[in-house]
């Protein structure tokens, strides 16, 4: 399958129009926004909870690491 005919359940930037529908449980579509994520309103959204495709470069020094501190 060619990967432009992915659909995809969050819009890339630019696809979510003004009027369009909001999903069946009336929550705003979610797009990419520079190095964050943004409703369709426009306003700041932040995922939480398991993010495996994420790396965290940053953290790596505490990756199995038994004394925290």
């Known amino acids: ?35 964050y994520f943004a409703t369709e309103d426009g306003e700041a959204w932040t995922p939480i909870g398991q993010n495996d495709a994420v790396s965290w470069p940053e953290l790596n020094g505490l990756f199995r690491r038994a004394d925290m501190a």
Do not use: F, H, Q, Y
Not at 5 to 27: C, H, K, Y
């Open 1 to 35: 399958m060619p990967l432009n005919d992915i659909r995809l359940a969050i819009p890339l930037v630019g696809e979510v129009e003004v009027s369009a529908p909001r999903s069946a449980a009336g929550l705003p579509w979610i797009k990419l926004a520079g190095s």
